[in-house]
């Protein structure tokens, strides 16, 4: 499996001045033992028992013409702008649904926490959230082939007062007896990785939140994707906060690989298929790939390597 290094990484993550001003909602992107699926109220779509209606949901949608995905509202990759959806995998889904006969993208925003539950209980029928592949969302949905590569970065109060680069400097720092107050978004991947390291934090509901967080000084760091951060600290620049440079984390001396795909229901197999058939012509290359997503401040690096596979991921088989 060739997977980018975190040079390439940092790349794609870094500050892109050509990428638009979009207006911040705020929330993000959860290790394994981190994830904690709450529960969700009804919505369209639910049956009496709380579950997604039976039958072929592929045939029902191209016969609607219309699919919801819930978002959770995390700039670049999906969010609310004037009241419509909007973003990077809004992009990729509006493209990929109508080649598959769907030709309108509704949204329904829930907090980041509420994806996965909200999909199962029928509220929408994917989640468009550049959603990591881990072995513990796998047993609870389905992912569709790896979309998006991204990575790790901080967000500091401006000048980096405590001198950190990453969550090992965080760990190194406590260790060494100083105290050092880390925020994570509740159910993220970075919680995982802070539970991974040892590392007790104070969890936020939504990106917004995080970076209050920081600026109010009640949290030294805010860990989340490096590109959303970025585009937070662009877009606030009166925030007084800043971004480290962006880090692919290290587990029991394995890199971390962040991918995200479009989550679906388990038992929309065929919905699923004629998906990732269609999201092949996207990622076919990097022309086509940018085309979709470069005005969001994508690049080539985070077009995911063609050997890296959803299975993988889903096992944990990392090496």
Not at 23 to 30: I, K, N, T, W
Not at 45 to 58: F, Q, R, S, V
Not at 175 to 185: Q, R, T
Not at 300 to 305: D, I, Q, S, T, Y
């Amino acid at each position: 499996m060739t997977v980018p290094t975190p040079t390439d990484q940092s790349t794609a993550d870094s500050r892109n001045p050509g990428s638009p001003r979009r207006r911040l909602l705020g929330l993000g992107l959860l290790s394994a033992s981190a994830l904690l699926l709450t529960a969700c109220g009804g919505g369209g779509g639910e049956g009496e028992g709380g579950t997604a209606a039976a039958g072929n949901t592929l045939e029902r949608l191209q016969q609607e013409g219309t699919i919801t995905v819930g978002i959770a509202g995390e700039v670049p990759y999906s969010y609310l702008e004037g009241g419509e959806p909007a973003g990077a995998t809004v992009a990729m889904h509006e493209k990929i649904f109508a080649d598959m006969g769907i030709e309108n993208v509704e949204a329904e925003l829930v907090e980041w926490n509420s994806l996965i539950p909200g999909l199962n209980a029928g509220r929408f029928d994917a989640v468009s959230a550049g959603m990591s592949i881990l072995p513990d969302r796998c047993a609870q949905a389905a992912f569709s082939d790896p979309e998006i590569m991204y990575t790790t970065t901080l967000m500091v109060a401006e000048g980096n007062p405590k001198n950190l680069t990453d969550l090992d400097s965080v760990k190194q720092k406590i260790d060494s007896g100083e105290n050092v107050n880390l925020a994570v978004l509740a159910g993220g991947i970075e919680a995982g990785y802070a539970e991974s390291l040892g590392l007790k934090v104070q969890s936020v509901p939504d990106a917004q939140t995080g970076m209050d967080t920081v600026a109010n000084g009640r949290a030294d760091a805010f860990a989340m994707t490096a590109i959303s951060l970025n585009v937070m600290a662009e877009e606030n620049p009166d925030a007084g906060v800043e971004t480290t440079e962006a880090f692919v984390q290290v587990i029991d001396g394995v890199e971390q690989v962040g991918a995200g795909a479009t989550v679906f229901r388990q038992e929309d197999t065929e919905l699923v298929e004629a998906y990732n058939e269609s999201l092949a012509s996207v990622t076919e290359s990097e022309e086509s790939y940018l085309e979709v997503v470069g005005d969001y401040g994508f690049t080539a690096e985070n077009l995911p390597p063609k050997d890296l596979t959803t299975e993988q991921l889903c096992s944990g088989d990392l090496g």
